[in-house]
C-alpha cells in the first residue's frame, strides 16, 4: 500500500524563508499562487513580456517580473509553463541563475524524465503533481478542501528535498486530500497514459461517437447530448463519490445488466490490446519524441485536431442547453 502524507506529515515552516518564483499563471500557475499565498507563503511571478497572464497576475495582486529576473529575487523556482517551452526557457532564462541550494520544482515530470531538461547537481529537483485541472485546485482550496497529489524527488542536493515537496503540497492544499510519494517516471507514464486512453482522450471519443450514433439515427441532438455527455457527470460523480459499485448499486437494474454486458463488448480485447500499444509508446519515448517534433514543426496537426473539435456538433447544441443551466460555472475558453 502506498505511503500517503496528510496535513500533520507536511510543515509549511520549511517554506518560511524561501520565496518562491511560480512561473507561468495559467491553469496549475495562478491556482499554485494564489493558494500558497493564502498559505503564508512569500510567492512572486516569472512571466514573459507580453504574456496576456502578466496582467491577471498583477490583478491578483503578484509581483511580476521576467522569468531571469523572478529567478534570481528567489530560491524555490516553480515550473508552471507549458511543457513544451520549459526546456528553451529553462536553457535561457533559469539555469544561470538558479543559486546554490535552490529548488526546482515540476508539476509533471515530462521534461526531467524525457531528460529534456538536465538541472545542475547544485539544486533541489522535486515532482508536485495534483491530480487535478488547476481550475480545481483553486476552487477546491477555496472550499477548504483539496486535491490529491504526487511528489517525487529527482534530486535531493539539501537532504530535505522531500520537506520542500510536501511543504509546497500543503501549501497548495493537497496534503488535506492526500499526497502519495512516486517518481518522476511513474507520474509521467501514468499521466500520459490516463490523458491519452481515459481522462481526456478515450473519454472525449466516448461521448463523440455516442452523440454522433444517436443523431445519425435520427434522434434528436438535443437528447444525446444529455445521454453522452450531461448524464455522464451525474455518473461519473457517482463513481467519485463511492467508487465503480456504487455507480451500478445507484442505477437501475436495467441499466446495470445492458451496462454490464454490453460494455464489455466496447472495451473489448480488440481495445485493450491497441491500450497497451499505447502505453509502450509511452514507455520507449515514442510519443515523446512525437510531440516534441510536432512543436519543432509547429503544430500543424495539433491545430488542425484542436479546431475540429471546437467544431464538432456537440458543442454548438451544448452551448445552447447550458445556458438553461446557470448553476454550471463554466470555462472561459476564449
Ligand atoms: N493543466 C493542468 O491542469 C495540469 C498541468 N500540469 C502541468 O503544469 C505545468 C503548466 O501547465 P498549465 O498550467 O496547463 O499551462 P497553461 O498553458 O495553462 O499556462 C501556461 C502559463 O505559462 C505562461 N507562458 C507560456 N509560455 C511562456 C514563456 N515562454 N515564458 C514564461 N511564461 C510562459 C503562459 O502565459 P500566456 O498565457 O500569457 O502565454 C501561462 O501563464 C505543465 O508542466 C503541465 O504539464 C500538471 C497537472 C495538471
Ligand atoms: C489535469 C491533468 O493532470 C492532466 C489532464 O493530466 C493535464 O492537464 O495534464
Redesign the pocket.
Known sequence: MAKIYYDKDAKLEHLKDRKVAVIGYG?QGHAHALNLRDSGVDVIVGLYRGSKSWKKAEKDGFEVYEVSEAVKKSDFVSMLIPDTVQPAVYNKYIRDNLKEGSVLLFA?GFNIHYNQIIPPSYVDVVLV??????HLVRRMFEEGKGVPALVAVHQDYSGKALDYALAYAKGLGCTRAGVIETTFKEETET??F??QVD??GGVAELIKATFEILVEAGYQPEVAYFEALHELKLIVDLIYEGGIYAMWYSVSDTAKYGGMTRGKRIINERVKEEMRKILKEIQTGEFAREWILENMAGRPSFYKLLEMERNHPIEKVGKELRKMMPWIKGIDVD
Open positions: 491553469s509533471h503533481a495534483p491530480k487535478s485541472p488547476g499521466d500520459l490516463g490523458e481522462l481526456c
